[in-house]
C-alpha cells in the first residue's frame, strides 16, 4: 500500500453509470427540501432584525453578530467533526438528526428574552445545520456522475435562494398576523418574533422523519472508485470533536510532541491578542471572541488531520488551488450574505417601506434570482469544464465582478423599483458562482473525502462570509451612523456599499486559482501518496 493513501481508495475501475436515475432526482427533490428549511431557519432572522433590535435594545454590529457569528462560527466547527462523520457513517441517518436538531433550536428561539439567550439558541441552529452539507454533498456525489454533479449541486444550492426568499415572507406574515391579533403581547408575553421562530422551526421536525426513509447509496461507486466507510466511526468522530474544543486541543498537541504544543501555544496567544485588540477597537466582545475561537479552534482540527490523515490534509489544506477556490468564493458569500441579511433592514429604515411590502417583493426577488443565478451558473460551469479543466472558475470570476455595479446603484438610489431591480440582478449574479465553486473543491479530492472537503469549502463560506458579511455591514454603518434622542442611528447605505471592497480581492484569489486547478485535479493521486509532481 503506498504511504499516505489507504488501501484501495483510488483504484480505478471503468465508469459503471454515465446517467443518474429517477431515484437520484428524488433524493435530490428532498435535499432541496432540506435546504430550504436550513435557510429559513437561518435567514429567517434578517426581516425581524428591526423587531428584535428594538426589542433588546441592540445595535446594527449586536444584529450583525446574531445574524452572523453567533450561528456561523459553531456551524463552521462542528462542521469539521461531522463532516468527518459523513464520510464515515450512514448520511441519511445523520442527516436526519441534525435536521431535528437545527429545527428544535429555532423553535426554542421563540422564547429568547435578550441577546445572550438568542445567541445560545443561534449557535444550536448552527451546530445541527452543520450535518447538512457534508452529508448532502457527498450524498449527491454518490448518486450524480461527474458530468452532471455541478448541476445538481446547483440544483441543491438552490434551496438557500428560495429558502432565504421565503424566510422573508413567512416572517413578516407572523409578525404582522401576530401583532395585530395581540398588540400588548401574546401569551407568555411573546411578541410577533418570538412566534415566527416558532412557525417556522417546528415543521422541520416532521421533515426529518421523511429524510430517514432515504436509501443510503454506496460510496464512491458512481465514481468506479469503491470508498468502504470506517469500522469505528463514532471513535474517529469524538476523537476529532475533542481536537477543536479548548483546553483537549492544548492536551491533542503535547501528544503529537513538544514541537506541535509550542506551535499551537503560539497560534493561540496570537489569536486572544488580535481578538482583544479588536474588542478594543469595536467594543464588540462577543463578535471577536467567536471569531477567535473559531479560527483558533480551526488551525487545531488542521494540526491534527495533518498528523493523522496526511492525504486528505495534502489534498484539502495543501492544495492552493483548492484554497484559493474556497477563500475566492468565500469573498463572494460575504458579499451574499451581508445583502441577504441587511436588504430587508435598509429597505425598512432607510427607504421607508413597509415590512409586508418589501418581505414580498424582497423575498421572491431572492428566490428567483438565486434560482435562476445558481441553475444558469451551474450548467454554464459544466460546459466550460467539458472544454477546460479550470473552465467552473471562470463563473466564479463571474460572480465576483457582475454584481458590483448593480450592488452600487441599488444602494444609493431613492427609488424602491430601481432598489428592487437592482437587488435582483446583484443576487443572480453572485449566486452563479455557487455551482461552480462547491464542484471544483469536489473535483479536488478523493471519494473518501468529500465531506470533509465539504466541511473545508463551507468553512470559507462561514468563517470567512457568514461570519463578517453581516457583522461587517453592521459595524461600518454603526461607525459611520450619528446620535438621535441619545441613541445610536447607524448608516446601513455605507455599511453595505463598503461590501464592494472585497471584489478585488477575490479576483486576486480566484485568477491564481484558474491557473492551479487543472495541474491539482490531474495529480491527486500522487499528492495523496506524497508523491513529486
Same mark, same amino acid.
Given at each position: 500500500m503506498?504511504?499516505?493513501v489507504?488501501?484501495?481508495?483510488?483504484?480505478?475501475?471503468?465508469?459503471?453509470v454515465?446517467?443518474?436515475?429517477?431515484?437520484?432526482?428524488?433524493?435530490?427533490?428532498?435535499?432541496?427540501?432540506?435546504?430550504?428549511?436550513?435557510?429559513i431557519?437561518?435567514?429567517?432572522?434578517?426581516?425581524?432584525?428591526?423587531?428584535?433590535?428594538? &426589542?433588546?435594545?441592540?445595535?446594527?454590529?449586536?444584529?450583525?453578530?446574531?445574524?452572523?457569528?453567533?450561528?456561523?462560527?459553531?456551524?463552521?466547527?462542528?462542521?469539521?467533526?461531522?463532516?468527518?462523520?459523513?464520510?464515515?457513517?450512514?448520511?441519511?441517518?445523520?442527516?436526519?438528526?441534525?435536521?431535528?436538531?437545527?429545527?428544535?433550536?429555532?423553535?426554542?428561539?421563540?422564547?429568547?428574552?435578550?441577546?445572550?439567550?438568542?445567541?445560545?439558541?443561534?449557535m444550536?441552529?448552527?451546530?445541527?445545520?452543520?450535518?447538512?452539507?457534508?452529508?448532502?454533498y457527498?450524498?449527491i456525489? &454518490?448518486?450524480?456522475?461527474?458530468?452532471?454533479?455541478?448541476?445538481?449541486?446547483?440544483?441543491?444550492?438552490?434551496?438557500?435562494?428560495?429558502?432565504?426568499?421565503?424566510?422573508l415572507?413567512?416572517?413578516?406574515?407572523?409578525?404582522?398576523?401576530?401583532?395585530?391579533?395581540?398588540?400588548d403581547?401574546?401569551?407568555?408575553?411573546?411578541?410577533?418574533?418570538?412566534a415566527?421562530?416558532?412557525?417556522?422551526?417546528?415543521?422541520?421536525?416532521?421533515?426529518?422523519?421523511?429524510?430517514?426513509?432515504?436509501?443510503?447509496?454506496?460510496?464512491?461507486?458512481?465514481?468506479?472508485?469503491?470508498?468502504?466507510?470506517?469500522?469505528?466511526?463514532?471513535?474517529?468522530?469524538?476523537?476529532?470533536?475533542s481536537?477543536?474544543?479548548?483546553?483537549?486541543?492544548?492536551?491533542?498537541?503535547?501528544?503529537?510532541?513538544?514541537?506541535?504544543?509550542?506551535?499551537?501555544v503560539?497560534f493561540a496567544a496570537?489569536?486572544?491578542?488580535?481578538?482583544?485588540?479588536?474588542?478594543g477597537?469595536?467594543?464588540?466582545?462577543?463578535?471577536?471572541?467567536?471569531?477567535?475561537?473559531?479560527?483558533?479552534?480551526?488551525?487545531?482540527?488542521?494540526?491534527?488531520?495533518?498528523?493523522?490523515d496526511?492525504?486528505?490534509?495534502?489534498?484539502i489544506?495543501?492544495t492552493?488551488?483548492?484554497?484559493?477556490?474556497?477563500?475566492?468564493?468565500?469573498?463572494?458569500?460575504?458579499?451574499?450574505?451581508?445583502?441577504?441579511?441587511?436588504?430587508?433592514?435598509?429597505?425598512e429604515?432607510?427607504?421607508g417601506?413597509?415590512?409586508?411590502?418589501?418581505?414580498l417583493?424582497?423575498?421572491?426577488?431572492?428566490?428567483?434570482?438565486?434560482?435562476?443565478g445558481?441553475?444558469?451558473?451551474?450548467?454554464?460551469?459544466?460546459?466550460?469544464?467539458?472544454?477546460?479543466?479550470?473552465?467552473?472558475?471562470?463563473?466564479?470570476?463571474f460572480?465576483?465582478?457582475a454584481?458590483?455595479?448593480?450592488?452600487?446603484?441599488?444602494?444609493?438610489t431613492?427609488?424602491?423599483?430601481?432598489?428592487?431591480?437592482?437587488?435582483?440582478?446583484?443576487?443572480m449574479?453572485?449566486?452563479?458562482?455557487?455551482?461552480?465553486?462547491a464542484a471544483?473543491?469536489?473535483?479536488?479530492?478523493?471519494?473518501?473525502?468529500?465531506?470533509?472537503?465539504?466541511?473545508?469549502?463551507?468553512?470559507?463560506?462561514?468563517?470567512?462570509?457568514?461570519?463578517?458579511?453581516?457583522?461587517?455591514?453592521?459595524?461600518?454603518?454603526?461607525?459611520?451612523?450619528?446620535?438621535? &434622542?441619545?441613541?445610536?442611528?447607524?448608516?446601513?447605505?455605507?455599511?453595505?456599499?463598503?461590501?464592494?471592497g472585497?471584489?478585488?480581492?477575490?479576483?486576486?484569489l480566484?485568477?491564481?486559482?484558474?491557473?492551479?486547478?487543472?495541474?491539482?485535479?490531474?495529480?491527486?493521486?500522487?499528492?495523496?501518496?506524497?508523491?513529486?509532481?
Amino acid at each position: 500500500m503506498t504511504e499516505g493513501v489507504r488501501e484501495g481508495e483510488y483504484q480505478r475501475e471503468p465508469l459503471p453509470v454515465t446517467k443518474a436515475s429517477g431515484y437520484s432526482w428524488y433524493v435530490l427533490a428532498v435535499l432541496v427540501v432540506v435546504y430550504i428549511l436550513n435557510f429559513i431557519d437561518r435567514q429567517i432572522v434578517s426581516i425581524l432584525a428591526v423587531d428584535i433590535k428594538t &426589542d433588546l435594545g441592540l445595535t446594527d454590529s449586536d444584529m450583525g453578530f446574531l445574524g452572523g457569528a453567533a450561528f456561523a462560527v459553531f456551524y463552521a466547527l462542528f462542521g469539521i467533526p461531522l463532516g468527518r462523520l459523513a464520510d464515515n457513517w450512514s448520511r441519511v441517518k445523520l442527516l436526519s438528526i441534525g435536521l431535528a436538531l437545527w429545527s428544535a433550536m429555532t423553535a426554542l428561539s421563540g422564547f429568547a428574552r435578550n441577546q445572550l439567550t438568542l445567541t445560545f439558541a443561534r449557535m444550536g441552529v448552527g451546530i445541527g445545520e452543520a450535518t447538512a452539507s457534508p452529508t448532502a454533498y457527498s450524498l449527491i456525489s &454518490d448518486y450524480f456522475p461527474k458530468h452532471q454533479r455541478a448541476t445538481a449541486l446547483a440544483i441543491y444550492s438552490s434551496g438557500l435562494y428560495l429558502g432565504g426568499g421565503v424566510s422573508l415572507f413567512i416572517g413578516a406574515s407572523i409578525v404582522q398576523a401576530w401583532n395585530r391579533a395581540y398588540p400588548d403581547g401574546g401569551p407568555l408575553g411573546l411578541s410577533g418574533w418570538h412566534a415566527a421562530f416558532l412557525a417556522v422551526g417546528i415543521p422541520g421536525l416532521l421533515v426529518a422523519l421523511w429524510v430517514a426513509t432515504l436509501r443510503e447509496p454506496v460510496r464512491g461507486a458512481m465514481d468506479g472508485v469503491a470508498s468502504a466507510s470506517s469500522p469505528t466511526p463514532f471513535r474517529e468522530f469524538f476523537y476529532d470533536l475533542s481536537t477543536i474544543v479548548p483546553p483537549f486541543t492544548l492536551i491533542g498537541a503535547a501528544l503529537r510532541g513538544p514541537v506541535a504544543f509550542a506551535v499551537n501555544v503560539g497560534f493561540a496567544a496570537a489569536v486572544v491578542g488580535f481578538a482583544w485588540w479588536m474588542i478594543g477597537l469595536t467594543g464588540n466582545l462577543p463578535q471577536w471572541s467567536a471569531v477567535g475561537l473559531g479560527y483558533y479552534a480551526v488551525f487545531s482540527w488542521a494540526s491534527t488531520l495533518r498528523a493523522r490523515d496526511p492525504a486528505t490534509f495534502r489534498l484539502i489544506w495543501g492544495t492552493p488551488a483548492f484554497i484559493c477556490t474556497t477563500l475566492g468564493y468565500g469573498l463572494v458569500a460575504l458579499a451574499a450574505y451581508g445583502i441577504a441579511f441587511w436588504s430587508a433592514p435598509y429597505a425598512e429604515t432607510v427607504l421607508g417601506l413597509p415590512k409586508q411590502e418589501l418581505a414580498l417583493i424582497l423575498g421572491g426577488n431572492g428566490a428567483v434570482a438565486g434560482f435562476l443565478g445558481v441553475i444558469i451558473g451551474g450548467r454554464v460551469a459544466d460546459h466550460l469544464r467539458a472544454t477546460n479543466p479550470a473552465g467552473r472558475i471562470w463563473m466564479i470570476i463571474f460572480g465576483v465582478v457582475a454584481p458590483v455595479i448593480p450592488i452600487w446603484i441599488g444602494y444609493t438610489t431613492e427609488s424602491s423599483i430601481i432598489f428592487y431591480a437592482m437587488n435582483f440582478l446583484a443576487g443572480m449574479f453572485g449566486a452563479t458562482a455557487l455551482g461552480a465553486a462547491a464542484a471544483t473543491t469536489q473535483d479536488l479530492v478523493l471519494p473518501r473525502m468529500r465531506g470533509t472537503a465539504t466541511a473545508a469549502f463551507f468553512l470559507g463560506t462561514t468563517l470567512v462570509g457568514l461570519s463578517f458579511g453581516p457583522y461587517m455591514v453592521g459595524q461600518i454603518s454603526d461607525l459611520a451612523g450619528t446620535m438621535v &434622542d441619545g441613541k445610536p442611528v447607524g448608516d446601513l447605505r455605507t455599511g453595505i456599499l463598503s461590501l464592494i471592497g472585497v471584489a478585488p480581492i477575490a479576483l486576486a484569489l480566484l485568477i491564481y486559482a484558474y491557473r492551479t486547478v487543472p495541474k491539482a485535479e490531474a495529480t491527486i493521486a500522487e499528492r495523496a501518496a506524497g508523491e513529486p509532481v
